[in-house]
């Protein structure tokens, strides 16, 4: 495995679900983040970690809760969903969160799609 | 609250010509930019970044900084088919975070 791997790429969930993300990054990078996409929107950034440590949060409501258990990997767990959270979920990760020049450079993720009904 | 104003298109470009894509960005603390590249269906995936006002190039492609401005632009010389998707521009904030724009559509015509 190389890059960036997200699974599931397609989640179809109720509102009363629970479920979660997956993110892992072979890249030895240090900064990893969770971005949501929706059609026609610029990127939004939902959370942001460095060295496993949340750095950002970009008020987020709680219903999106993220978890990074070393700097590999990272987790979006999801509950009580409403349907405009549908959206393509992205994940990426750069060298460094906070830093000048191409160390911040981001590589994505191919994203997961998620509908909630 | 900063923003990044793209065209959204779609702009379309016949192949072979220069496709030229326009973006303006408000933080004037904004010390580096970013073009991506997003086919449809996949992930942004990063074309080149610039930092110092004037034209940098790698390949056919060209990015163009002017900060006094406000204005950072990205062409494509010897379009092709294969350019076709939305591209994004992200300038990095003081606080070192990527602030997106929407995108342009861009459609490269045989």
């Known amino acids: 495995e190389t890059g960036v791997t997200q699974t599931p790429r397609h989640l179809v969930m109720g509102m009363t679900n629970k479920k979660s993300l997956k993110c892992e990054q072979h890249l030895g990078h240090n900064a990893m983040y969770w971005y949501k996409q929706s059609a026609k929107k610029p990127l939004e950034l939902m959370f942001v970690y460095s060295l496993e440590e949340r750095v950002e949060n970009n008020s987020v409501p709680s219903r999106f809760s993220p978890e990074c258990p070393n700097s590999s990997h990272l987790f979006l767990h999801l509950h009580t969903l409403q349907p405009e959270d549908s959206a393509l979920y992205l994940c990426?990760?750069?060298?460094?969160?906070?830093?000048?020049?191409?160390?911040?450079?981001?590589?994505f993720g191919a994203g997961s799609r998620l509908t909630v009904l | 609250q900063k923003e990044v104003e793209q065209n959204s298109g779609p702009l379309s470009v016949p192949e072979g010509a220069i496709a030229s894509l326009n973006c303006t960005y408000s933080d004037r603390g904004s010390q580096s930019f970013f073009w991506y590249r997003q086919y449809s269906g996949k992930s942004p995936e990063l074309i080149m970044f610039?930092?110092s006002n004037g034209d940098k190039e790698d390949g056919r492609f060209t990015a163009q900084l002017n900060k006094a401005s406000q204005y950072v632009s990205l062409l494509i010389r010897d379009s092709q088919p294969s350019d076709s998707a939305t591209y994004l521009c992200?300038?990095?904030?003081?606080?070192?975070?990527?602030?997106w724009g929407a995108g342009t559509k861009l459609i490269i015509k045989p």
């Open positions: 992200a300038p990095r904030d003081s606080n070192y975070q990527l602030i």
């Open positions: 610039i930092y």
């Open positions: 990426a990760s750069s060298q460094e969160a906070g830093a000048i020049s191409g160390a911040n450079v981001l590589t």
